[in-house]
């Protein structure tokens, strides 16, 4: 079962992907493994998709910081 998360920016629905994994992992505390089992991916491919978007790894990041996690890694 294919479990990664490719959405190419031009693509509408783009930041509705982006959104989704963000509210994903923000409802499981910033824990990357949890949001992407929640969403049916693998953690990196979930990592993976937001290392890709500057200003959604940043959000990402500031969830975990906001949980006491530390930083994902690229």
Not at 17 to 25: I, M, P
Not at 42 to 51: H, I
Request: hydrophobic share 40%.
């Amino acid at each position: 079962m294919e479990r990664r998360l490719k959405v190419n920016p031009k693509n509408p629905s783009f930041y509705q992907a982006l959104a989704l994994v963000l509210d994903a992992l923000a409802a499981q505390g910033g824990q990357s493994r949890q949001a992407a089992e929640r969403l049916g991916l693998s953690p990196s491919s979930l990592v993976r998709f937001l290392a890709q978007h500057p200003a959604a790894w940043t959000e990402a990041n500031r969830i975990r910081r906001e949980a006491g996690l530390r930083p994902l890694k690229s």
